[in-house]
């Protein structure tokens, strides 16, 4: 998932809307919106197009921009721990 707010400031640093930056990797202005907002996600190719015309250079901002944060709900709920795991190479 995209983190939408630092993307939007990114487009925003660079001076650009995000009608131009659709145009400028080859995609619409919707598909754009809708990658943005979660409804559909970006291959790499698109990634790749995007922060070179944002400039966007360092990795970790990349990481921060495109890659998804674990769900808070789904880590949360896990009760298993290490130990309660089953080592498949020992013996039972």
């Known amino acids: 998932m995209v983190d939408k707010n ?4 990114a487009i925003a640093r660079a001076g650009m809307t995000q009608e131009k930056l659709a145009l400028a990797i ?5 598909t754009l919106s809708a990658k943005i907002l979660g409804r ?3 291959d790499t190719d698109e990634i790749d197009r ?5 400039s966007i250079v360092d990795n970790g901002e ?4 495109f890659l998804a944060s674990p769900s808070r709900f789904r ?9 309660d795991c089953i080592d498949p190479i020992a013996p039972a």
Do not use: Q, T, Y
Request: include cysteine; aromatic fraction near 6%; charged fraction near 25%.
């Open 75 to 83: 880590d949360s709920s896990s009760d298993v721990n290490s130990s």
């Open 26 to 30: 080859g995609i619409s202005k919707n």
């Open 50 to 54: 995007i922060c070179e015309v944002l």
């Open 40 to 42: 559909s996600f970006f």
């Open 6 to 9: 630092l993307l939007r400031g």
């Open 62 to 65: 990349k990481a921060d921009i």
